[in-house]
């Protein structure tokens, strides 16, 4: 009786296909954005999905400044900011960053769902967010991703 080998087929740099996406942030909830950018950066939409390689996609956000916070998280949340220096620690609400750096709250939140180690800094770098509907990735051809 002969035994039956199955193999599972890893991913390799060389066998990783990534397509380029445009997400549209307008009334978007920047939470519920940030994980399904996050998944798909990783990869984990793919069946060839492998948690050592980077299988993700790059994403491109366009109007960063249209996304919205629920509740009172203008006023009450609190991005932290140290500038290295004793007593450097700078607090400013969503509300105000919204206004001044929008694309820093999308940033952040899908940068604090990646994995915290060097292929989760890999895969941040395929992370790309506007202000404004324009983007300088046309020559890659991006294609719509609706949420």
């Known amino acids: ?16 296909k990534r397509n380029w996406y445009v997400v549209d942030g307008t009334n978007q ?17 793919k069946p060839s999905y492998t948690p050592h390689v980077d299988t993700g996609d790059y ?4 109007n960063a400044e249209k ?19 004793p007593g450097g620690l700078k607090e400013e ?21 990646l994995p915290k180690n060097r292929l989760g800094r890999k895969m941040y770098k395929k992370l790309f967010v506007y202000v404004g509907a324009e983007h300088p990735h046309g020559a890659q051809q991006p294609k719509e991703l609706k949420f």
């Open 1 to 16: 009786m002969s035994k039956l080998h199955f193999t599972t087929k890893h991913a390799n740099e060389a066998t990783v």
């Open 29 to 45: 909830t920047v939470g519920r954005m940030s994980a399904r950018i996050a998944a798909i950066l990783r990869g984990k939409n």
């Open 59 to 62: 994403i491109i956000v366009i």
């Open 67 to 85: 996304v919205v916070l629920t509740g009172d998280k203008l006023n009450q949340k609190m991005y932290d900011h140290f500038t290295g220096y």
């Open 93 to 113: 609400a969503a509300g105000n960053l919204l206004k001044r750096r929008p694309e820093v709250v999308v940033e952040r939140a899908v940068k604090g769902m």
